[in-house]
Antibody, heavy 119, light 112 residues
Framework: EVQLVESGGGLVKPGGSLRLSCAAS????????MSWVRQAPGTGLEWVAR??????????DYAAPVKGRFTISRDDSKTTLYLQMNSLKTEDTAVYYC??????????WGQGALVTVSS | DIVMTQSPDSLAVSLGERATINCRSS????????????LAWYQQKPGQPPKLLIY???TRESGVPDRFSGSGSGTDFTLTISSLQAEDVAVYYC????????FGQGTKVEIK
């Protein structure tokens, strides 16, 4: 059974940093493309970042609002996905989901981690 | 960036009736290499993560009831629920994966 468990969420002040983790199991993590998607309270889904498998180059892509501030990475030995978030803004407040990509569609999702950016 | 626009923002449908949600992309999402449209549909119920329903515009994910169907090509797509059930009350999102990823704003489906 595929499991994705996010952790590391919490309350942080504007300008601060936070690192989210997503522990994966039940599938071949090293072969998977992975994404982070966020959802601000009461709003829709926003794709944040993606990282390809190392065999596909391990390259990363970011949405414009987070480019230069967020970094997606992976540790295949620990089957864990990360999202390092720096220079956080109040508009980054959201539930952050990690998800597996299947040809671009997101077929498995975690339960999400809440990040609140507030002074 | 490809912008996805859904219509309507919400709709109310009687139980057993058809629900239709539209999604338009700001540019074609048709891959010429495989002649497939890079378009997915998701269902999200309150307090839950989204669930993949449809990918490649019309391929149902395993386990998804056949009352859900996807159609369209190029820039215009439709998700149809042929006979609305109570458990289908949710917000539905389209998503393109032709160029990075982006979602539509969502359509809330309720019972009339």
């Amino acid at each position: 059974e595929v499991q994705l468990v996010e952790s590391g969420g919490g309350l942080v002040k504007p300008g601060g940093s936070l690192r989210l983790s997503c522990a994966a199991s039940g599938f071949t993590f090293s072969a998977a493309w992975m994404s982070w998607v966020r959802q601000a309270p009461g709003t829709g889904l926003e794709w944040v970042a993606r990282i390809k498998s190392k065999t596909d180059g391990g390259t990363t892509d970011y949405a414009a609002p987070v480019k230069g501030r967020f970094t997606i990475s992976r540790d295949d030995s620990k089957t864990t996905l990360y999202l390092q978030m720096n220079s956080l803004k109040t508009e980054d407040t959201a539930v952050y989901y990690c998800a597996t990509e299947f040809h671009g569609s997101l077929n498995y999702w975690g339960q999400g981690a809440l990040v609140t950016v507030s002074s | 960036d490809i912008v996805m626009t859904q219509s309507p923002d919400s709709l109310a449908v009687s139980l057993g009736e058809r629900a239709t949600i539209n999604c338009r992309s700001s540019q074609s999402v048709l891959y010429s290499s495989n002649n497939k449209n890079s378009l997915a549909w998701y269902q999200q119920k309150p307090g839950q993560p989204p669930k993949l329903l449809i990918y490649w515009a019309s391929t149902r994910e395993s386990g998804v009831p056949d009352r859900f169907s996807g159609s369209g090509s190029g820039t215009d797509f439709t998700l149809t629920i042929s006979s609305l059930q109570a458990e289908d009350v949710a917000v539905y999102y389209c998503q393109q994966y032709y160029s990075a990823l982006s979602f539509g704003q969502g359509t809330k489906v309720e019972i009339k």
